[in-house]
């Protein structure tokens, strides 16, 4: 298959859940497959970046220029609110990017276009070719979700702008493509809701299990890690949430607990936890894996968002035993007390927490098995084929 994949940014370096699934799934279908690459210029990197990509076999058009995108605030949120655009959509709308895919549609010839996100989606009108649009989230969930937790009257009806923008595209949108990919059956439900039967796939998250191996040389006694890009209000959330009402009731119960904040871009608040007794505020690592190892338990506190952890499968790929929320572990088929704690509120949660570090054999036993479940069921070999069917299916469906 020729295969053209559009993506709002360069799927490296692995930062984020996004980009570590965009780079996997494109490493997958290359394999046996002429995949060309549009992607954005969002970071002064990109432009080294892509070569990681073109390792792949790929070939990559980078957008350039595209580091000015507008900044998230009320005035775009706002803007947003008036042309019914979710703000991921009215951010995104590039005229270079527009026009760069016109070139790219006139001078090849593609069997498929693979859309990532309703960030891409917007362009579905330049071409009459079988497309895939590729749904990380359930964007209105997050958003819903986001304006439910804030008490500010102003935000609160920001968010809920944002919640309805972005059901109109689920609802209006999603239809216009040949199939639509989810990572969750959660996900899913909300999509089929829209789509005609038997469009929308169940495409889940997954892990590199040949990369993210056990290894607890070098794991240090009472160390709790969360990964996350730290500019995004979830990730914000959850950590804030840990440190503040979590975290010492641990503390109370084990000595000398260290809990790092791992990601990139920690805004005011997030830095600001750093000042909390053990609490350690990172910022952006060159490679998250060795924080993976370092860390005894892998807490995951999110109390707002959609789709799947990937931070959640590469800490099991690494035998690391995970305590989650129902919302951070949502889409998982992960059982609890077995290869997952899950716990909602301050008290279980810490409890769960203490239990694992004061427990080795208990956090040995969950660790294994969550390293089993991801082996036989995230592996991204096998969600790489999954996919694949999905674009063979679009494209041999009868007209």
């Keep these: 298959m020729k295969i053209l994949f559009l993506s709002p940014t360069v799927p490296y370096p692995l930062t984020d859940g996004g980009r570590i699934r965009v780079f996997n799934l494109l490493k997958q279908i ?5 995949v060309t ?47 019914r655009q979710p703000i991921t959509v009215a951010r995104y709308n590039v005229p270079a990017y527009r026009q760069r895919l016109k070139e790219l549609l006139s001078a090849e010839t593609f069997d498929l276009v693979h859309y990532e996100m309703f960030h891409t989606a917007q362009f579905y009108s330049e071409t009459d070719l079988p497309r895939v649009l590729s749904q990380q989230n359930v964007d209105s969930a997050i958003w819903r979700r986001l304006q439910s937790e804030t008490t500010n009257l102003f935000y609160k009806f920001a968010y809920w702008t944002q919640q309805l923008a972005f059901q109109r595209y689920e609802r209006v949108i999603s239809p216009k493509f040949d199939a639509v990919t989810c990572t969750s059956d959660i996900d899913a439900a909300v999509f089929q809701e829209h789509c005609v039967e038997d469009i929308v796939e169940v495409i889940p998250n997954g892990v590199d299990v040949t990369h993210y191996r056990p290894d ?29 009402e979590v975290l010492p009731q641990i503390q109370s119960s084990v000595q000398d607990v260290k809990f790092s904040i791992v990601g990139g871009n920690p805004s005011a608040q997030v830095q600001k936890l750093g000042d909390k007794e053990g609490v350690v505020v990172t910022g952006r690592v060159p490679e998250i894996k060795p924080y993976f190892a370092g860390a005894t338990v892998f807490v995951v506190p999110l109390r707002i968002g959609s789709g799947t952890r990937l931070k959640i499968l590469e800490a099991l790929a690494m035998g690391k035993a995970v305590v989650s929320t129902t919302v951070g572990a949502e889409g998982l088929a992960l ?12 008290k279980t949660f810490a409890e769960a927490v203490t239990r694992l570090l004061t427990d080795s054999s208990l956090r040995q036993k969950i660790g294994e098995n969550g390293r089993a479940r991801v082996e036989q069921d995230y592996d991204w070999r096998n969600i790489g084929k999954k996919l694949l069917a999905v674009y063979e299916s679009v494209i041999t469906k009868p007209i």
Aim: charged letters at 25%.
């Design 30 to 34: 290359a394999q046996n497959n002429d």
């Design 37 to 83: 690459l549009l992607a954005l210029e969002t970071q002064p990197t990109d432009a080294e970046s892509i070569s990681n990509i073109q390792d792949l076999d790929i070939k990559v058009h980078l957008v350039p220029n595209a580091s000015t995108l507008p900044r998230v605030s009320l005035s775009t949120l706002f803007s947003a609110f008036f042309k």
């Design 216 to 244: 607890f040389t070098s794991e240090e006694p009472a160390h709790l890690i969360y990964i996350g890009s730290m500019d995004w209000y979830p990730n914000e959330d959850a950590v804030s949430f840990f440190a503040e």
């Design 335 to 346: 059982r609890d007390g077995e290869e997952i704690f899950i716990a909602d509120e301050p």
